[in-house]
């Protein structure tokens, strides 16, 4: 499926992102001002206005390609939430979102270095390295950040996975912050992200997050995946004005509905 | 029951904040001139307007969690009125619509109504 492009610098969209999420509920509203409602899940609609400015010759070159390739509003790409979380279940790693090595034993309710009690204690008691992860429909060819929250009893180091890529980043026994940075393979519809924890290792990890930009923003906890398959450009018009030389700006509503 | 998400600060919501109380009475006139008058709901109904601004990443994608998790206006919760401290179980979010923006980094905002249901 086509996605939608991201720009020269790795970003998806620029400032402002705005976002709109629409349920469906039935309510019957009685006369003494009491309801009864039903939910139907199949008619959410999640929308994004993205505006662009200073874009270059050749970014909005490759707008007008998907555009027009997109035909308007007729066929579908896979976007990812420029304001989201593109892992599931962030706070949940032992949800079956995640594919998790078989001697890698969780232990949750662990402090976070938000205050909380929402990290993980990662344990492998195996003899090799055992990762955790999650495989997502996105273009193989995009930039993706990987960041989480790591700590651990005894300094050691992680992997961060992104494709086949590879980073090994420090652990230490305060909490850090440690991002990975890459595409993934070229052609691949789908892209794996992984921590990866050596042997005999034990590591608290919070917040994993998985960005299709060059670097990690604020964490966001997530149950939903940020990767929207089947997301349709919202208008049949693409405007698209050039304010300087080199210079364009224009405005994209997308929109994704469980039910289309 | 689910809880309304709190903001990093610890608070509920930001200023402004409405609050608007709602009664639904009826009223019966005779020809007289008289009128009668009675109570045609099982309460009053108490509307909050949240506006959110200056959020960050996490408080932004905290409060569309909830309301992903709400669906909308169908799902219940218990939400602490500012204003008195007060604790009311059932609640929701009017509206099945939530608009978010994040207009840079660390500045995104929000606007929901919370209804406490009769």
Request: aromatic share 6%.
């Given at each position: 499926?086509?996605?939608?492009?991201?720009?020269?610098?790795?970003?998806l969209s620029q400032f402002p992102v705005q976002k709109k999420?629409?349920?469906?509920?039935?309510?019957?509203?009685?006369?003494?001002?009491?309801?009864?409602?039903?939910?139907?899940?199949?008619?959410?609609?999640?929308?994004?206005?993205?505006?662009?400015?200073?874009?270059?010759?050749?970014e909005a070159a490759t707008m007008r390609a998907f555009f027009n390739a997109a035909e308007g509003t007729l066929n579908g790409f896979t976007f990812l939430d420029p304001a989201g979380n593109l892992l599931a279940w962030s706070e949940q790693l032992d949800n079956a979102a995640w594919?998790?090595?078989?001697?890698?034993?969780?232990?949750?309710?662990?402090?976070?270095?938000?205050?909380?009690?929402?990290a993980w204690r990662l344990s492998n008691s195996g003899a090799a390295e055992q990762t955790i992860g999650q495989t997502l429909s996105s273009p193989g060819e995009y930039h993706y950040c990987l960041s989480a929250f790591v700590r651990a009893a005894a300094a050691t180091s992680v992997q961060l996975m992104i494709g086949s890529e590879v980073a090994r980043r420090a652990v230490t026994s305060e909490w850090t912050r440690i991002a990975c940075t890459s595409r993934g393979d070229d052609q691949a519809t789908s892209v794996r992200f992984a921590l990866e924890?050596?042997?005999?290792?034990?590591?608290?990890?919070?917040?994993?997050?998985?960005?299709?930009?060059?670097?990690?923003?604020?964490?966001?906890?997530?149950?939903?995946?940020?990767?929207?398959?089947?997301?349709?450009?919202?208008?049949?018009?693409?405007?698209?004005?050039?304010?300087d030389v080199n210079r364009h700006s224009c405005t994209v509503k997308i929109i994704h509905a469980n039910h289309l | 029951?689910?809880?309304?998400?709190?903001l990093k600060t610890t608070a509920i919501t930001q200023y402004p904040l409405a609050r608007r109380?709602?009664?639904?009475?009826?009223?019966?006139?005779?020809v007289d001139g008289r009128e009668q008058r009675y109570r045609d709901s099982a309460g009053a109904r108490l509307e909050w307007d949240i506006q959110l601004s200056q959020l960050d990443e996490g408080e932004l994608a905290a409060i569309e969690e909830f309301f992903l998790e709400s669906q909308g206006t169908f799902g219940s919760f218990s939400f602490t009125d500012p204003w008195d401290g007060k604790v009311h179980d059932n609640c929701s979010v009017a509206g099945d619509g939530l608009?978010?923006?994040?207009?840079q980094e660390m500045h995104g905002s929000a606007r929901l109504t919370v209804v406490r249901n009769i």
């Open positions: 499926m086509a996605a939608y492009p991201q720009l020269q610098s790795g970003a999420r629409r349920t469906r509920t039935v309510v019957n509203l009685a006369a003494d001002g009491s309801t009864i409602k039903l939910a139907d899940p199949a008619a959410a609609v999640t929308e994004w206005l993205l505006t662009y400015r200073d874009l270059s010759d050749d594919q998790t090595g078989p001697l890698l034993s969780l232990t949750s309710e662990i402090s976070d270095p938000q205050g909380g009690t929402h924890i050596g042997a005999g290792d034990a590591v608290d990890v919070y917040g994993l997050q998985v960005e299709a930009q060059t670097a990690a923003s604020g964490y966001k906890a997530s149950t939903h995946s940020g990767v929207y398959e089947d997301a349709h450009l919202a208008d049949d018009a693409l405007t698209i004005t050039r304010t | 029951m689910a809880t309304f998400p709190i109380e709602q009664f639904q009475n009826q009223t019966v006139r005779f608009a978010l923006v994040t207009a």
